[in-house]
């Protein structure tokens, strides 16, 4: 059974950083991509960042790219997201997903598996 399980999230002030986490379980880890996704009360999921199984391809989403950065160690089966300088429209549930071969999309339909999500909260 493959899961995926988050952390990091919190409450944080504007301009702060946060180091989210997704340790997954149950699947060769080098061979998924891995992605973050993020969902706003009253508003669409939202792709956030997305890396190859090896680490060498990475997407960012156009709200986050230039103060983000996704990376992940296979040695730990973990994957991090590192966002700066947060706004408070930075605020969601962001939510780690994997899916069953390495290249990195920005496609949430295209990740077979997903943790339950870790609240971040910027204050202003």
């Known amino acids: 059974q493959v899961q995926l399980v988050e952390s990091g999230g919190g409450l944080v002030q504007t301009g702060d950083s946060v180091r989210l986490a997704c340790v997954v379980s149950g699947h060769p880890f080098s061979t998924a991509a891995l992605a973050w996704f993020r969902q706003a009360p009253g508003k669409n999921r939202e792709f956030v960042a997305a890396i190859s199984g090896t680490g060498g391809n990475v997407l960012y989403g156009i709200s986050v790219k230039g103060r983000s950065t996704i990376s992940r160690d296979n040695a730990k089966n973990t994957g991090h997201l590192q966002m700066d300088s947060l706004k408070p429209e930075d605020t969601a549930v962001y939510y780690c997903?994997?899916?069953?071969?390495?290249?990195?999309?920005?496609?949430?339909?295209?990740?077979?598996?997903w943790g339950q999500g870790t609240q971040v909260t910027v204050s202003s």
């Open positions: 997903a994997a899916k069953m071969s390495s290249g990195p999309t920005e496609n949430a339909l295209d990740y077979h598996f």
